[in-house]
C-alpha cells in the first residue's frame, strides 16, 4: 500500500525532527521541502521537533552502529490505525542526508496525488568514494559565479556525491590564482588589486559549503605547469632538449623541488578545509619529461615516488600531515600503464592511485585499465568519461553509453575498487555545440547518462528501468528510454568499426590519409589487448569494407529510429525539448550518414593503394562523388565539421593527380598493418 504525501492535494504527512541536527541534516531537510515544492508542489508541510501523532516522517539522532559503514542508513515504515510513521535513522548526519535522498527518489505522482512506497531497508553504498572532477567554469575565483557553483554542489549532494575534486582553469592557469607564492620569493607577488586575496574567499566559500553537505574537497592541480615567467626569471632550472627545443625542468636543480613544493604547503596553508589535492599526469609537463643526469638510474614509477614524497613534505610542512593525495596515472609515455608497474603497492600511506577505466580515451572499446586494484589496493579510484570525449559529447551528439558505463562500473567494482569519479562535460547539444557548464548538463535533456552512474555507485547492480523510473520524474514519456539506448549503438556504429577505429578525437572528421592511418597506430596501444584482437578489420579486403559498411548502414538504421521515436512521443515532451532535440536529430542524422560515406572512402583508397585492381579506381572515384554530396548537406547545418569532412576529399583527389609512379609508396601506404595480398 502507498503512502500519501498529499490528499486531495493538500499535504498529509509532517516533518518531525528528533534531534538538534546540524547544518548537513538542516540542509537534507531544506532540500526535501525544495523538491517536493518544486518537482511535485507540495507546499506548507509541517516541522516540528515534537511528536503531534498523525502520518510523519521522522527523523532520528544519528547513531553509529559497529560494523556498520558511516554512509549507512535505515528506512523504517510503521502503518497503524490508518497513520504512518517513516522512521529515517543513520549512522551519521551525511547517512541521514542519503536517507532524505532515497525518500526523494522514491517519492512519485499518481493521479494527481504525491505518493511514496512503504520502505523498510538498511541501505549501504557499493561505492564509498563517489566524486566529480572538473576542468572548467563556472569560476571559482570570482563571486558572480559563488552561486551557480553553489548550485552544483547541492545538486551532486542530492545524487550522492561525496567528494570533489575541482580546479578553476586546466592546465595552465590551474592554483595560481590562489597563490600569492610566499614560499618562492622568485615568484612571490604583491595582490595590490586584491584579487587573489578574492579568490582565496570564494574558493574557501566553496570548501566550507561542500563540506555542508557531508563532501571532502580536493584541489586539482597539473603538477609540473609553470608560470610563463618562470623561464625568464630562472632560466637556470630548465634544459633545452636537443632533439624537440623545448625548455623542461630540471629535476637535479634544488629549486625545481622547492617551486613545486611551495605551491602546495600554500595551497594547504590557504585552504585547512582541503582533504589533499589531486595531481594530474598526462596534461602537462610530466616528470618523465623533465631533465635529470645520466648517472639518475631510477625508473619512471621511482620519479613518481619523488614527486609523492615531495608533497607529503610540502604538507606537513604546511602542518597538514592529514592531507591526502590522490594519484593520477594518467600519462603520454609511449608504455602507458607500464611505468607505473614496478612500484605498485609501493605509494606513501597517504596516496591514493586513480585510473581512467580504460588505457586510452580514444577508443571506445579499449580494454579495461589494468592498473586499478594494483597500485595502492585498498584505496583506489577509477575515473569515469560519461559524456564521451570520443563518442560524440564535444560534438553535441546525443549519446548515452547506458550500458557501457555501468558493465565497466562492475568490471572494476569486482576488482575491489571503492572509489569512482566522473568527469561532467557541459556542452550543449549540436549542431555548433558550445560549452555551457555542469549544472545545466546534469539539469538537461541527456541527464540519464550521469544518473545511470550516480544510481550504480550506491546500487552497482541497479537495473536501467529503475534509474528511469526514479531519474525521470515524469520529464519524458516512458519510451523515451529507447530513444537514449538506440544513441549509444549509434555512436559506436557511426564512428567506429568492429568496435575498434575511431574517425577522429571528439567526433570530428579525419582531413588526410596520414592522419587516418596515424590514428589506426593506437590499435597498438600496449596493454590494449580489445583492439589488438579485432585489428584484422584493417586488412584492406572488399570482405572487410562490406562489414564495415554494414556497420554503417546499421548506425544510419538506429538514427533514423530514433528520430521516428522522437517524433511519436512529441506530444509528451515539453515544447523546449522537443526543438532543442529535433534540431539535434536533424544534424546527427546527417553526420551519420556522411560518416557512413567517408569512412568507406577512405577505405577505399587504401584498396587501390594496395592491390591496383582495375575497377578500384573508378569505385573510389564514385566514392568520392557519393562523398561531396553527403558533405553538402552537412553544411547546411554545420559550416566546420563540413570542412573538415571535404579535407580528406581534396587530399585523395590531390593524390590521385599526382605522378603516382613517383609517389606511389610514400604518399599511399605507410606499412601500417601492412597487407600480403596484391
Known amino acids: 500500500m502507498d503512502l500519501y504525501i498529499t490528499k486531495n492535494g493538500t499535504p498529509h504527512v509532517s516533518i518531525e525532527i528528533g534531534y538538534t541536527c546540524g547544518i548537513i541534516t538542516q540542509n537534507a531537510i531544506d532540500l526535501l521541502l525544495e523538491e517536493w515544492r518544486d518537482v511535485h508542489h507540495v507546499r506548507n508541510l509541517p516541522i516540528s521537533t515534537e511528536s503531534y501523532g498523525g502520518n510523519r516522517i521522522r527523523i532520528n539522532k544519528p547513531e553509529a552502529v559497529e560494523g556498520q559503514n558511516e554512509q549507512t542508513f535505515t528506512i523504517h515504515t510503521v502503518v497503524q490505525d490508518g497513520r504512518y510513521c517513516v522512521d529515517i535513522s543513520g549512522a551519521s548526519e551525511q547517512a541521514l542526508l542519503y536517507g532524505i535522498c532515497e525518500i526523494l527518489d522514491q517519492t512519485y505522482t499518481r493521479n494527481n496525488e504525491v505518493r511514496l512506497p512503504q520502505l523498510n531497508l538498511t541501505s549501504t553504498p557499493d561505492i564509498k568514494r563517489r566524486g566529480v572532477e572538473r576542468h572548467w567554469g563556472p569560476s571559482m575565483t570570482a563571486t558572480e559565479?559563488?552561486?551557480?557553483?553553489?548550485?552544483?554542489?547541492?545538486?551532486?549532494?542530492?545524487?550522492?556525491?561525496?567528494?570533489?575534486?575541482?580546479?578553476?582553469?586546466?592546465?595552465?592557469?590551474?592554483?595560481?590564482?590562489?597563490l600569492d607564492l610566499r614560499h618562492f620569493p622568485r615568484l612571490e607577488r604583491e595582490d595590490a588589486t586584491g584579487q587573489i586575496k578574492l579568490a582565496k574567499q570564494c574558493l574557501r566559500t566553496l570548501i566550507n559549503e561542500a563540506k555542508n553537505w557531508g563532501m571532502d574537497v580536493y584541489l586539482s592541480c597539473t603538477e609540473f605547469n609553470i608560470p610563463e615567467e618562470l623561464l625568464t626569471i630562472h632560466p637556470d632550472m630548465f634544459h633545452r632538449n636537443p632533439d624537440t627545443?623545448?625548455?623542461?625542468?630540471?629535476?637535479?636543480?634544488?629549486?625545481?623541488?622547492?617551486?613545486?613544493?611551495?605551491?602546495?604547503?600554500?595551497?594547504?596553508?590557504?585552504?585547512?578545509?582541503?582533504?589533499?589535492?589531486?595531481?594530474?599526469?598526462?596534461?602537462?609537463?610530466?616528470?618523465?619529461?623533465?631533465?635529470?643526469?645520466?648517472?639518475?638510474?631510477?625508473?619512471?614509477?621511482?620519479?613518481?615516488?619523488?614527486?609523492?614524497?615531495?608533497?607529503?613534505?610540502?604538507?606537513?610542512?604546511?602542518?597538514?600531515?592529514?592531507?591526502?593525495?590522490?594519484?593520477?596515472?594518467?600519462?603520454?609515455?609511449?608504455?602507458?600503464?607500464?611505468?607505473?608497474?614496478?612500484?605498485?603497492?609501493?605509494?606513501?600511506?597517504?596516496?591514493?592511485?586513480?585510473?581512467?577505466?580504460?588505457?586510452?580515451?580514444?577508443?571506445?572499446?579499449?580494454?579495461?585499465a589494468t592498473l586499478p586494484g594494483k597500485l595502492t589496493p585498498g584505496k583506489e579510484w577509477v575515473e569515469f568519461d560519461l559524456g564521451g570525449e570520443y563518442r560524440g559529447d564535444w560534438s553535441g551528439w546525443i549519446t548515452c553509453a547506458l550500458q557501457f558505463i555501468p558493465d565497466r562500473m562492475r568490471h572494476y567494482y569486482d576488482r575491489g575498487i571503492d572509489g569512482f569519479m566522473c568527469r561532467i562535460r557541459g556542452y550543449s547539444m549540436a549542431p555548433n555545440s558550445k560549452f555551457?557548464?555542469?549544472?545545466?548538463?546534469?539539469?538537461?535533456?541527456?541527464?540519464?547518462?550521469?544518473?545511470?552512474?550516480?544510481?550504480?555507485?550506491?546500487?552497482?547492480?541497479?537495473?536501467?528501468?529503475?534509474?528511469?523510473?526514479?531519474?525521470?520524474?515524469?520529464?519524458?514519456?516512458?519510451?523515451?528510454?529507447?530513444?537514449?539506448?538506440?544513441?549509444?549503438?549509434?555512436?559506436?556504429?557511426?564512428?567506429?568499426?568492429?568496435?575498434?577505429?575511431?574517425?577522429?578525437?571528439?567526433?570530428?572528421?579525419?582531413?588526410?590519409?596520414?592522419?587516418?592511418?596515424?590514428?589506426?597506430?593506437?590499435?597498438?596501444?600496449?596493454?590494449?589487448?580489445?583492439?589488438?584482437?579485432?585489428k584484422w578489420i584493417l586488412e584492406p579486403t572488399e570482405e572487410n569494407l562490406s562489414i564495415i559498411l554494414k556497420e554503417k548502414e546499421n548506425a544510419i538504421n538506429n538514427v533514423l529510429r530514433m528520430s521516428a521515436i522522437l517524433e511519436q512521443c512529441k506530444p509528451g515532451l515539453w515544447a523546449e525539448?522537443?526543438?532543442?532535440?529535433?534540431?539535434?536529430?536533424?544534424?546527427?542524422?546527417?553526420?551519420?550518414?556522411?560518416?557512413?560515406?567517408?569512412?568507406?572512402?577512405?577505405?577505399?583508397?587504401?584498396?587501390?593503394?594496395?592491390?591496383?585492381?582495375?575497377?578500384?579506381?573508378?569505385?573510389?572515384?564514385?566514392?568520392?562523388?557519393?562523398?561531396?554530396?553527403?558533405?553538402?548537406l552537412l553544411r547546411e547545418y554545420d559550416e566546420v565539421q563540413a570542412k573538415h569532412a571535404n579535407a580528406l576529399i581534396s587530399d585523395i583527389r590531390w593524390r590521385l593527380n599526382c605522378d603516382m609512379n613517383k609517389y606511389y609508396h610514400e604518399l599511399g601506404y605507410h606499412g601500417i598493418y601492412k597487407s600480403s595480398k596484391k
Open 245 to 368: 627545443g623545448l625548455f623542461v625542468l630540471r629535476l637535479d636543480h634544488e629549486d625545481t623541488w622547492n617551486f613545486y613544493k611551495a605551491k602546495i604547503r600554500e595551497v594547504m596553508e590557504e585552504f585547512p578545509s582541503l582533504s589533499g589535492i589531486e595531481l594530474w599526469t598526462g596534461e602537462a609537463m610530466e616528470i618523465w619529461q623533465c631533465y635529470r643526469p645520466d648517472t639518475d638510474k631510477r625508473s619512471i614509477g621511482e620519479l613518481f615516488l619523488e614527486m609523492y614524497d615531495k608533497a607529503l613534505e610540502a604538507m606537513d610542512e604546511a602542518g597538514r600531515s592529514d592531507g591526502r593525495i590522490i594519484c593520477s596515472t594518467f600519462t603520454h609515455h609511449p608504455d602507458c600503464e607500464k611505468i607505473y608497474e614496478d612500484i605498485a603497492g609501493r605509494l606513501p600511506e597517504r596516496c591514493e592511485a586513480r585510473s581512467k577505466m580504460q588505457v586510452e580515451d580514444y577508443y571506445r572499446f579499449h580494454s579495461p
Open 145 to 178: 559565479s559563488l552561486d551557480e557553483n553553489i548550485k552544483l554542489i547541492k545538486l551532486l549532494a542530492r545524487k550522492r556525491i561525496n567528494h570533489l575534486m575541482w580546479i578553476d582553469n586546466w592546465i595552465r592557469e590551474s592554483w595560481y590564482p590562489f
Open 577 to 632: 525539448d522537443y526543438m532543442a532535440l529535433r534540431k539535434c536529430m536533424d544534424f546527427q542524422i546527417q553526420v551519420v550518414k556522411t560518416f557512413k560515406v567517408h569512412t568507406e572512402m577512405f577505405f577505399r583508397y587504401r584498396l587501390l593503394m594496395l592491390t591496383k585492381i582495375e575497377n578500384r579506381h573508378e569505385l573510389l572515384v564514385d566514392c568520392m562523388s557519393r562523398c561531396e554530396k553527403e558533405v553538402a
Open 436 to 534: 555551457i557548464g555542469d549544472y545545466a548538463v546534469l539539469k538537461g535533456i541527456q541527464a540519464i547518462k550521469y544518473d545511470v552512474f550516480f544510481k550504480s555507485c550506491w546500487n552497482v547492480n541497479i537495473k536501467l528501468a529503475d534509474v528511469w523510473r526514479m531519474s525521470n520524474k515524469g520529464r519524458f514519456p516512458d519510451r523515451m528510454l529507447e530513444f537514449f539506448q538506440l544513441s549509444e549503438k549509434v555512436a559506436e556504429q557511426a564512428q567506429y568499426s568492429n568496435e575498434s577505429i575511431v574517425n577522429n578525437f571528439h567526433s570530428s572528421f579525419i582531413g588526410s590519409i596520414e592522419r587516418y592511418e596515424w590514428q589506426l597506430e593506437y590499435f597498438d596501444h600496449p596493454y590494449n589487448t580489445a583492439c589488438m584482437e579485432r
